[in-house]
C-alpha cells in the first residue's frame, strides 16, 4: 500500500495575492513561440540526433512557422557547435529566424558560446543558474547574497563580449532555473540584477524566462507565481515575460494557459511534448487548443501527420495513438452512443456555421486529416475481427493507421448489407478496395506489366486507362520512385512496407503504401500482392494513386458546395 505522504512531501499552497486578475481574463492572441526541440528535446533523447536529423527538424519548425528556436548547448556539445556555426556559415537562417543558444553561467562557457554565434544577424543568448533554496544550500553552497554576485559577474561578462559584435542584435535571456521552486522575493531579486547588469532598456529588451523546472504544484500556484512577479519586473515595457513549463504533474499545458492569462507573453516548448522526466510543455496542444478558441496560433499545423511523421523521424520516439489532436485514434470512436452522436452531428452540420459536432473539438480537416476513421467499429464488434480475420486466412498484416482505413471501408459494407461479414466477404472487400481498380473513377488505372531499366533506375508500366492502353515511362532511384514519376500524378509517398504471405514455393511479396496528393487532406493505402516483390511494390504504388483519385472525385462536390 502506497505510503501516507503527508510528512515526506511539501505541499505548494496558492501565494497572497488576493486581488489576482488572471482567473477572468480570456487569451486573445498567441504568445511568441520558443521551440527547444533541438535542444532541451534533443539531450532527452536515449540517442541525440545527429547533424542531419536536427537540420531536417530546423527546417520543419520553421516550416511551422516558429521565429525562434533554440538551437544547442554549443559550449557543451561540438555536434551543437558545429551545427550552430553550419546554420550561419552557411546563410540556413531565415531573416524572420532568430537562433537562441543556451550556456551556465560559467566565464569559459559563455565565451565559447558568444564564439558559437558570432556573426548571426540576430542571437538569443540563455544564461541560466538555479536560485531555489535546495540547490543554494546543497549544490552551491551559496546565501542569497553571494547568488546576485555571481549572476551580476557573469551577465556583465556577457555582455561585454556581445558589446564587442555589435553586427548581430543581441538578446540576452536570463532564467532562474528553479524558479517555481525559488522563494518569489529571490527570484525577482535575481531577475533584477541580470536586468540591470544588462542596461535593459529601449532597443535593449531581454526576456526574462520563469521555468517550472520540475513541475510541484497545481497550475493555478504557477499562474499566481506569474502574475506577482509581472507587476513588480521592471522596467515592464523593455521585458519579454516567458514561461518554459515542464510536465511532471502531466498539468504542463495548463500552466502555461494560466501562466499566458498572468501576463506571460511567450512561451517555450517541444512538439508532442518532448524533454526530459515527463517532457516538456507541448507546443502542438497549447497552440491547437488556441485555435478551438478562435485564436489563430500562427503556427502552420494544417498537416499534422507530415509535421508527426517528420518529429518521429528526427527523434526516434513514437507518438502516442491518443496523443491530442495526432493520434492515430483521437478522431476515432468506438462507442456505439458516440457514433450515434456524430452521425447525428455531421447530418445537422452547416459548412457555414461554427464546428458544432459532438466530440469533435475540432475539425479533423483543419489538421488535414479525413472524416474516413472518425466512426470505427470497435473489437467486440468488428474491428479486431477484421485484422485476425485477414491475417489467420490470409497472411495479411496491416498497419495500424491502415486498419483504421479499412476498418471504415468494413464498417460502411457492413451497415449497408446488414449481414455478419464473413472471412470470404472480408477478403473480397479487401481486393475490391486495394487490389483492383475502381471503374466509377475517371482516369484509374489498370497495371498490366513493366519493365525495368537494366540501371534499375528507370520503368516503362503498361497500363489501360478508360479502356485505353498506354505505356508510361518514369525515372527514379528505385522502382517505387520511378514508378511515382511514371505517373505523372502529384503523388508523394509517405510510407512503404512488404511481408510475406505464405510460405515455401508458394509464398506471395505484399507491398503496402501510403501515399498522398500534393494539397489533398489526408493520405490513403495501396497494396500489391505478387510472387515478385517489384511488381508488388508497383503494383502498391497504382493502387495507392487510384484510391487517392477516388477520394479526390468524393471530395469535388464538397468543395464545388464550398465555393
Known sequence: MIAQPSTKYRAFAPIALNDRT???????????????????????????????RKMKLFRELVRIGFK?????????????????????????????????????????LIERTVEAVRGAKRAIVH?????????????????VTQVMAFIEQHVSHLKRLTDAHPETRWTLQYSPETFSATELEVSLKACQTAIAAWGAGPGREIIINLPTTVENATPNVFADQIEWMHRRLAPREHIVLSVHPHNDRGTGVAAAELALMAGAQRVEGCLFGNGERSGNLDVVTVALNLYTQGVHPG???????????????????????????????????FSGSHQDAIKKGFAAHDPEGQWQIPYLPIDPADL??????????????GKGGIAFLLEREHGVVMPRRMQVEFSAVVQRATDASETEMTGAALWSLFQTTYLQAPAEVPGAITYRAHRLADDGQGIEIDVTIDGARHTLQGQGNGPIDATVDALGLPLSVHGYEERAVGAGSGAQALAIVEAGFDGQPGAAFGVGLHHNIVT???????????RLLQRRQALAPRAMAQA
Open 22 to 52: 488572471w482567473p477572468s481574463t480570456t487569451i486573445t492572441r498567441a504568445p511568441i513561440w520558443l521551440s527547444t526541440d533541438l535542444r532541451d528535446g534533443n539531450q532527452a533523447l536515449f540517442e541525440p540526433m545527429n547533424g542531419e
Open 536 to 546: 508488388a511494390s508497383v503494383q502498391a504504388v497504382v493502387s495507392a494513386a487510384n
Open 68 to 108: 525562434e528556436i533554440e538551437v544547442g548547448f554549443p559550449a557543451a556539445s561540438q555536434t551543437d557547435y558545429d551545427f550552430v556555426r553550419r546554420l550561419i556559415d552557411e546563410d540556413l537562417v531565415p531573416d524572420d529566424v532568430t537562433l537562441m543558444v543556451m550556456t551556465q553561467s560559467r566565464s569559459d
Open 368 to 381: 488535414g486529416r479525413t472524416y474516413d476513421s472518425v466512426i470505427r467499429v470497435n473489437s467486440q464488434s
Open 299 to 333: 503556427l502552420d499545423f494544417s498537416d499534422i501527420n507530415a509535421v508527426a511523421r517528420v518529429a518521429e523521424e528526427c527523434t526516434g520516439l513514437p507518438i502516442h495513438p491518443r496523443h491530442p489532436y495526432v493520434g492515430d485514434l483521437v478522431f476515432t470512436s
Open 127 to 143: 544564461l541560466y543558474n538555479a536560485t531555489a533554496p535546495v540547490w543554494r544550500r546543497v549544490v552551491f553552497g551559496m546565501n
